[in-house]
């Protein structure tokens, strides 16, 4: 859908003027002050939160298509900041506006590369949640498109801000040469569609959907449960998978993999689900090897892992989570625990400010960040055909896999298509 169209429907998508209170602070630093914007309120509030508590950034536009959850959110930045804010159901309206300096996306992962193209045409910084991508073909347009239009794009993998101390340890040499690693995620998710995160009634659904075709009632399953539908996310992989994942390519020093599997299924409850909620999917990269465990629907409580990730080298184990870490020897003996600044959300998005004013360099580009959200797009491939993925490690192409190039693009609903 194009700009021009977009602002038609302005009035149709907005939810009233601007909103405006007397300025409780000024800019420390005139000229350095970011004017932002954020897309999607659910997992966007975290970046509402984190935007405030940072000095020098104002958020001029929120953007959500429940109605709900976009009074809840205008209520939390007209509470905290004293410049105006305008809320809005379509968040193309606000592209124009050439005073905004950068985009957050938080929406569905359907919505994350056609709308950070859409924002960097636009000539806007953008920060883009993980996985960053839904699909391989996505994956190599939203790098494609930082490039071509010369916009700072920072994933949302905040581990790459939190662990930079554990990881500059291992890399160090703490535990010798490093030959493996593994990840784990343990939850209790109960079964899908029962409208624990019900939308309100007033939810624009055409704007929700965006760039995919439909495929069914959707409507039971969101705010949060079309992550375990094909159609519509990316399963356990790319909800939390990307995060260990990521962690374990950058320690490791891996570009790309040479072989991956994925095997699994539906254990725990019986229904729409469709994604594995209990697996390991492993990946051969030549000299090295990783893994990612993942037990969505029970907690394994009488097994406690050492870390988030955990590395074996010839001369031990290192364990990682959040910004803490452990070293171990040989023989299991802790011999020190190290702690990294950590910062949550406000340490990761205050990279990505501070690159835009040329004062750091990014923590998560999009193309070192997209090369850790392909492991989960090749698991999930390897899982829907039940294949071993084989892959050039030096360019990163799949090989001869014909019933995985059928999963490398999607289908998108006619104008919506994103282009570079």
């Known amino acids: 859908m194009t700009r021009r169209s977009a602002l038609q429907r302005t009035a149709a998508f907005s939810l009233g003027a601007a909103l405006s209170m007397p300025k409780l602070r000024a800019a420390d630093a005139p000229g350095r002050k970011l004017r932002v914007a954020v897309v999607a309120l659910g997992r966007g509030m975290g970046h509402v939160r984190a935007l405030l508590s940072l000095p020098d950034v104002e958020i001029a536009y929120l953007a959500e298509v429940d109605p709900k959850r976009l009074e809840i959110g205008m209520k939390a930045v007209t509470e905290k900041q004293g410049s105006s804010c305008q809320g809005v159901r379509d968040f193309r309206t606000f592209l124009d506006d050439k005073s905004l300096d950068a985009v957050f996306i938080a929406t569905p992962n359907f919505w994350h590369t056609p709308a950070a193209i859409l924002a960097m045409k636009a000539g806007k910084h953008v920060y883009v949640e993980k996985p960053g991508s839904s699909n391989p073909y996505e994956?190599?347009?939203?790098?494609?498109?930082?490039?071509?239009?010369?916009?700072l794009v920072q994933m949302g993998n905040?581990?790459?801000?939190?662990?930079?101390?554990?990881?500059?340890?291992?890399?160090?040499?703490?535990?010798?040469?490093?030959?493996?690693?593994?990840?784990?995620?343990?939850?209790?998710?109960?079964?899908?569609?029962?409208?624990?995160?019900?939308?309100?009634?007033?939810?624009?659904?055409?704007?929700?959907q965006g760039p995919v075709t439909s495929d069914g009632d959707i409507k039971?399953?969101?705010?949060?449960?079309?992550?375990?539908?094909?159609?519509?996310?990316?399963?356990e992989l790319g909800n939390n998978g990307i995060h260990m994942l990521d962690v374990l390519r950058w320690g490791l020093k891996v570009e790309y993999p040479e072989r991956v599997t994925y095997m699994g299924n539906r254990y725990w409850h019986?229904?729409?689900?469709?994604?594995?909620?209990?697996?390991?999917?492993?990946?051969?990269?030549?000299k090295v090897g990783m893994e990612f465990v993942q037990s969505s629907c029970h907690t394994r409580s009488a097994e406690k892992p050492a870390g988030e990730c955990?590395?074996?080298?010839?001369?031990?184990?290192?364990a990682l989570s959040g910004p803490n870490y452990t070293i171990y020897d040989s023989k299991g003996?802790?011999?020190?625990?190290?702690?990294?600044?950590?910062?949550d959300d406000a340490a990761?998005?205050?990279?990505?400010?501070?690159?835009?004013?040329g004062n750091q360099k990014l923590n998560s580009p999009i193309e070192e960040g997209q090369k850790s959200t392909m492991l989960c797009h090749w698991g999930n491939?390897?899982?829907?055909?039940?294949?071993?993925?084989?892959i050039d490690p030096k360019t990163g192409k799949m090989i001869d896999n014909p019933a995985g190039e059928k999963l490398w693009k999607r289908e998108y609903r006619p104008g919506w298509e994103p282009t570079v």
């Open 139 to 151: 994956s190599e347009l939203i790098v494609k498109a930082a490039k071509k239009y010369d916009r």
């Open 158 to 208: 905040q581990r790459r801000t939190w662990m930079k101390e554990g990881i500059a340890e291992l890399h160090g040499g703490a535990i010798g040469e490093v030959r493996y690693a593994r990840s784990f995620y343990y939850n209790a998710r109960g079964p899908i569609g029962e409208g624990k995160l019900k939308a309100d009634p007033g939810i624009d659904w055409d704007m929700w």
């Open 220 to 235: 039971p399953f969101v705010h949060y449960d079309w992550h375990w539908l094909w159609h519509w996310g990316n399963g």
């Open 270 to 286: 019986q229904d729409k689900q469709e994604t594995p909620d209990t697996g390991v999917a492993v990946y051969d990269c030549g």
């Open 310 to 318: 955990v590395f074996y080298g010839e001369n031990g184990t290192m």
């Open 333 to 343: 003996a802790k011999i020190k625990d190290g702690k990294g600044a950590g910062g």
């Open 348 to 357: 990761h998005i205050g990279n990505f400010l501070e690159a835009i004013r």
């Open 381 to 390: 491939i390897a899982y829907r055909t039940n294949t071993v993925v084989r």
